[in-house]
Structure formats: C-alpha cells, structure tokens
C-alpha cells in the first residue's frame, strides 16, 4: 500500500458527495427523530412526548416478535448463501467462453426488479396453477404457501437463495480471478492439497471480497421489503412479518408518526451496531 | 472428482433459470389458459400480453420514466463518486475515515424508515414526481456504494503514475480525466453495473416519490395487480420485459467481472 499525503485540499473533492449524501440522509433523519419524540393529532398538531414512544417500542411484544423472525430470517439466508456461493464460484471454469455464459445467466436474478421477484416466485409457488406449488402437490406433498407458515417461510428463503446468491458468487469470483497463477503453480510444486490450496491461497485472498459480500448480504436481508411483501404479503398471520413490512404497516397504514419514528431509529441502530460488529470481526487480522 | 465440479455451476444455472422460465411459459399464455389447467408450455400461444403493453402509453410509459432516472442516477452516482474515491484512496485529510464511515452507514439505511420523510422532503422542494427526485433519492444508498468500489479500484493504481504526471506538468483535472479515468475504465463499468442494478430493482422509494407522471414500471405493475383483477399473463409479460434491461447492461460488463478485481479496503 502506498502512503498517503495529507491534503487538506482533498475536502473539495469530497464535497459533492457530501452535500448530496447529506441532503439526502441528514433532512429525513431529523424528521423522522422529530416524529419520534411527538405526539399527532392531525391537522399538524403536535406534542411533545420525550422517549415515550422508545419504550413503548422497546418493551412491545410485537416488535419483539418482528426482530425474532428477521434475525432468525437473516440468518438463515446467510448461512445458506455465503458458503454455496463460494462453492459455485470454486467449481466454475477459470477461463474460456463458459465464463462469459455463467456469468450472464447467473446474474439475471440480481437485474431483476425486487416485486417482479416476488410476483415470479408467487406464480411459481401457486399450489394450483404454479410450477414448483403444483409439482410438490403431484408429489404427494401438501404444500401452500398461503395457508402454511412453514411453507412460507422455505418459499421466502427459496425465493432469496435464488436472488442473491449470484451476488456472493460474483464477488467470490472475482476475488479468485485476481489471484495470479504463481502462486498456484508455486503451490503445485510444493504438491499442497486442494484444502490446502483453498485454505492458504484462495480464502486469504478472497477475504476482502468475502467481507463485502457478507456486509451487503446482512444489510440488504435485514432490510428486506418489497420481496416478501409481495411474495407473502406478511402472511400467514404474522408469520412472515419481518422488521420493515411491520415497520411500514405502522407508518403508512395507520399513520402513527410518533411510534412508527421510534422504531426507524431503533431498527437503524441495530443495523448499524451489527455491521459495525461483522465489521470489526471480519478486518480484526488486518488491523493486527 | 475434478471432472464432475461443472456440475455445481450447472445446476446452479438451472436453478436460477427455472422461475425464469415459469415466467416466459406465463407471459405467453392467455388468461383463461393460466387459470384453467397446468401446462408445461403454452397450447394457445399468444402475444396479446406484449402488444397491450407495446401499445398502451401507461404500460410502456413506466418503462421510459424506470430507465430515465435510473440512467440519471448511474450518471450522477459515478460522477461525483471519482473525485471522491480519489481523494479517499491518495490523500488524508481531517476526517477521512469517519467520514468513509459516514457514508457508508447510509447503505445501512433501511428504505423503510425514509419512506416517509423523503415524501415530505420531495414535496416540499417541488421535485415530487418527476425522474430526477427519484434519481437524486437512489443517490443515498448509491453514491456511498460507487465511492467504496472506485476507492478499491484506484487504490490498485500506482501512485508513480500521478507524480509522474504532476512531474511532466498536467494540471490536476487534466490528469484525472486525460490519464487517470481511462486508467480505471474497468473500475467504472463494474461500479456503473452496480449503481444501474440497485436503481432499477429498488421499488420502495420510487413508488413513494411519484404518483402519475414519472412512475416507474414496478408501480405499474402493483397497481395493475390490484385494480384490474388478476391479468397474471399481461403481469408476467410485464415482468419478463424488466430482465432486458440489466441482461444488456451485464452482457457489456462481463469481461471486467471475469478479469477479476480485489477491492481495495473494505
């Protein structure tokens, strides 16, 4: 790594993306603390109400239960995604013209606009007239998404393996297409096992790309909306209510403003108290 | 054991293209066939679903007003981001690392909780429902993105190269765009390919920031989901049209995916 020069003049540079990233980010935080903190009556009416609306949050059962299944939910869908996705992107050719025709087709799903997901998986999942829904009835198993929690659930984490695992593939890809082939011959000649390639070559060098692939995987789980929304609408029941569409349904459905700020505050907060930990544990070598 | 690996890969490409396929077999599909039995390929092939939406302006429309700001978005995104992932991956100054911090908490931001106040924002400055306050929304979890994989990139470079040009007399713009731009060309494309995929797919914020005249495809979709019964086959015809897009823009970008790139810091 080269050194750096201190360049206070640097700011400029910066500064476009600051002014856009904050105008963005900085306006509709403050709103929504100032929400948070207020009671409404309508008609722009509004009092205050300190952290009322934190506690009331913090202690209800339902938002309990909606950071139970989102958490139980991205974890799931990491321990699936992270290790298949390496695996497919071992087992895929180095070079040649497959490559290109991999790449293509596996990452369709990731160009795919998320309620057309939702909306393909449900016509996939249909028990009657869907492919995957009537094939499993045909089998003699009773299957239906809309009716069974369960089945709702493997159809949610079948639908998210399907959308983002390409994404885990890409980025492992591209980490193991950057390692030169020295240090494979090298490994050759020294007759290292394939383990031990893997293990000493290719997962030291694909840490970084792993680390991002984790980190955007976390993030964009744990703020899953539109796919399940329109996949399950939530449903069951509860069942498949996670932390957004719950968040959403106080916010947009019954319009309190005060509650529904409270809990985007502390929804953030735990997505960043949890990135801020991968983070830390995954670059904890580097900084040794 | 070596001759059988390829099979991981294909089965993984038959996996991804199964609902794929679902949805093409549906679109070409009249309405009464996909309520009425279970075929593997359309018996009563047609193309109604493709022409309703080719020739109706509200179907066809949502696909003008989605790639108007998702282009404007990649545009806006990639440009303000070069500077900035310059000044992150050469120099330090006061600051920089929370403020690269900073930044990307914004990709932490669940949609969800701006919803909301992006609509009030939007309303307030005039910009509601037109592309470009959808496109300047994106920014927030865009430009974060674009600076972290550019910095990556251009950390990658030498720094020989820019002295050496400082060296031979090139005023800093004139550097940055005649040398240093093309030199991460590869850089760029893959960051564009991300910027473009995040737009187009987002639907949260696009639908909360417009109403008639700048809606995007998506909304177009939902709605029509909800008022006109269940058109499962025009739905799926609609949704088929939304994979061209980001195929044409990953065919352009294979190349620089397949060559490889180790980020730089995370």
């Known amino acids: 790594m080269t050194t750096k020069t201190p360049n206070q003049m640097a700011w400029w540079l910066v500064l476009p993306v600051v002014l856009l990233v904050a105008f963005?980010?900085?306006?509709?935080?403050?709103?929504?603390?100032?929400?948070?903190?207020?009671?409404?009556?309508?008609?722009?009416?509004?009092?205050?109400?300190?952290?009322?609306?934190?506690?009331?949050?913090?202690?209800?059962?339902?938002?309990?239960?909606?950071?139970?299944?989102?958490?139980?939910?991205?974890?799931?869908?990491?321990?699936?995604?992270i290790p298949l996705g390496v695996a497919i992107a071992l087992a895929m050719p180095r070079r040649g013209p497959w490559v290109s025709v991999c790449l293509v087709l596996m990452a369709m799903p990731l160009l795919i606009p998320w309620n057309v997901v939702g909306a393909m998986w449900n016509i996939l999942a249909l028990p009657d007239i869907g492919l995957l829904g009537h094939s499993l009835n045909a089998m003699g198993v009773n299957y239906n998404f809309t009716r069974q929690p369960v089945a709702a659930w493997a159809t949610l984490i079948a639908m998210d393996v399907w959308h983002w695992t390409s994404l885990v593939v890409l980025l492992a890809y591209a980490g193991l297409s950057a390692?030169?082939?020295?240090?494979?011959?090298?490994?050759?000649?020294d007759g290292a096992s394939n383990w031990a390639v893997f293990r000493y070559i290719q997962l030291p060098k694909m840490k970084r790309v792993l680390t991002i692939a984790v980190l955007l995987r976390f993030m964009d789980s744990f703020m899953i909306y539109t796919e399940p929304f329109?996949?399950?609408?939530?449903?069951?029941?509860?069942?498949?209510?996670?932390?957004?569409?719950?968040?959403?349904?106080?916010?947009?459905?019954?319009?309190?403003?005060?509650?529904?700020?409270?809990?985007?505050?502390?929804?953030?907060?735990?997505?960043?108290?949890?990135?801020?930990?991968?983070?830390?544990?995954?670059?904890?070598?580097?900084?040794? | 054991m070596k001759r059988f690996t390829w099979l991981v890969p294909f089965l993984y490409i038959l996996f991804v293209l199964l609902p794929i396929y679902w949805l093409l077999n549906m679109s070409f599909k009249t309405t009464n066939e996909i309520l009425g039995t279970f075929t593997l390929w359309p018996r009563d092939f047609t193309l109604e679903?493709?022409?309703?939406?080719?020739?109706?302006?509200?179907?066809?429309?949502?696909?003008?007003?989605?790639?108007?700001?998702?282009?404007m978005n990649t545009v806006i995104s990639v440009t303000v981001a070069l500077p900035a992932a310059y000044a992150f991956s050469r120099y330090r100054f006061l600051g920089d690392k929370h403020l690269f911090f900073w930044l990307l908490t914004n990709r932490m931001a669940p949609p969800a909780v701006f919803a909301l106040p992006f609509f009030q924002l939007y309303s307030a400055i005039g910009l509601f429902d037109t592309p470009i306050a959808v496109a300047l929304a994106h920014c927030l979890f865009n430009i974060p993105l674009a600076v972290w994989i550019l910095e990556g990139f251009m950390s990658g470079v030498p720094k020989e190269l820019d002295e050496t040009a400082f060296v031979d007399g090139y005023p800093f713009w004139r550097f940055f765009i005649k040398i240093f731009i093309p030199t991460i060309a590869a850089g760029i494309g893959v960051t564009?390919?991300?910027?473009?995929?995040?737009?187009?797919?987002?639907?949260?914020?696009?639908?909360?920031?417009?109403?008639?005249?700048?809606?995007?495809?998506?909304?177009?979709m939902t709605r029509t989901a909800s008022t006109s019964g269940y058109e499962l086959g025009l739905l799926a015809a609609a949704g088929a049209l939304t994979i061209i897009p980001g195929a044409i823009v990953i065919y352009f970008v294979r190349n620089y995916i397949a060559k490889g790139f180790a980020l730089g810091r995370v």
């Open chain 1, 24 to 81: 963005n980010a900085v306006i509709p935080l403050m709103t929504v603390v100032n929400y948070s903190v207020q009671e409404t009556f309508g008609d722009n009416q509004f009092f205050f109400e300190g952290v009322k609306w934190f506690q009331e949050t913090i202690e209800s059962e339902r938002f309990h239960d909606a950071l139970r299944r989102q958490l139980f939910f991205t974890g799931i869908i990491l321990v699936i995604e």
């Open chain 1, 179 to 189: 390692i030169p082939d020295a240090y494979y011959q090298a490994a050759k000649i």
């Open chain 1, 230 to 288: 329109v996949l399950t609408g939530g449903g069951p029941g509860n069942s498949t209510t996670l932390l957004s569409i719950d968040l959403v349904k106080i916010a947009l459905g019954r319009f309190d403003l005060g509650p529904a700020g409270a809990m985007s505050l502390i929804y953030f907060l735990i997505v960043l108290l949890l990135s801020w930990i991968f983070y830390t544990v995954m670059t904890k070598d580097e900084a040794d």
């Open chain 2, 49 to 71: 679903n493709y022409r309703k939406i080719f020739t109706d302006p509200t179907w066809y429309n949502g696909y003008l007003n989605s790639l108007a700001y998702v282009l």
């Open chain 2, 192 to 220: 564009a390919f991300f910027c473009f995929m995040f737009s187009w797919v987002e639907l949260l914020l696009a639908k909360t920031l417009t109403s008639v005249a700048a809606k995007p495809i998506a909304a177009t």
